[in-house]
Structures are given as C-alpha cells and as structure tokens.
C-alpha cells in the first residue's frame, strides 16, 4: 500500500519536469502517428492542384495516400511547384467534413503557416 501511493505521489511529478522542455518548442510527431489540431509536421509528398477555378485548392499527397490541403499565404508561392514531390512544414487543423443530409465524411487534413523546407 505505502509503495502505491508512492508511485502515485512521485510519477507525476516526473510527468510535469519533462513537460517544459515539449512546450518550448513546436514538436514534430513521427510519421504516420496521428496528429491533432496545432501540431506542427514536417510532411513529403506530391503537391496536386485539384477542382475547377475558381475553387481549386492545392493538395499535397504523401507516400502514405493521406491528403493535406494547404492553405495561407504560402499557398500562392507553392503552386509552382505543382506535379513535384516537396517536403513542407506546417501547422496541422483538423476540419469535419459533413454531406448535405449531415453525415460525416470524416476529418479533412488542412496545413496553414507552411514553409517550404529544402
């Protein structure tokens, strides 16, 4: 009994020390873990252009067949680099995506605050 309480005292005090470190910088989850809202990812793919103007959007497809839509500024300077595979970083935003009747085709993978990485 005195050991679990213990344990239960003590282990989360570690949790908390190394919880600083992972605030004060952007982490970048492994690839093909799951990421959620405001992750930074460093992604590698091929960037497509999809839809009919004047709703196109730019899409980058990774290895994996996952699909990232990239939006903001960095959008425009990118779609030079269409057809190419690239490697970009990013700010991750997960946004559902409903039918007209209200079902759910499951989340959409959307990129802002990109930079294109070399």
């Known amino acids: 009994m005195c050991c679990i309480l213990f ?6 005090v570690f949790a908390l020390g190394r919880g ?3 605030a004060s910088s952007p982490s970048v989850p492994v690839p093909g873990a799951p990421v959620s809202g405001g992750d930074w990812v460093e ?3 091929r960037l497509r252009l999809v839809g009919s103007e004047p709703f196109t959007e730019l899409v980058l497809t990774g290895a994996d067949g996952q ?7 960095a959008r425009r300077a990118l779609q030079v680099y ?3 595979s690239v490697r970009v970083r990013g700010k991750v935003e997960l946004r559902e995506m ?4 209200g079902r759910s ?3 959409r993978r959307v990129l802002s605050e990109i930079t ?3």
Not at 7 to 12: A, D, E, N
């Open 67 to 73: 699909d990232w839509y990239l939006e903001g500024p």
């Open 82 to 84: 269409e057809q190419r």
């Open 43 to 45: 992604l590698e793919g």
């Open 7 to 12: 344990l239960g005292l003590v282990l989360p």
């Open 105 to 107: 085709l499951g989340l």
């Open 98 to 101: 409903l039918l007209a009747n």
């Open 116 to 118: 294109l990485l070399e």
């Open 20 to 22: 600083d470190k992972e």
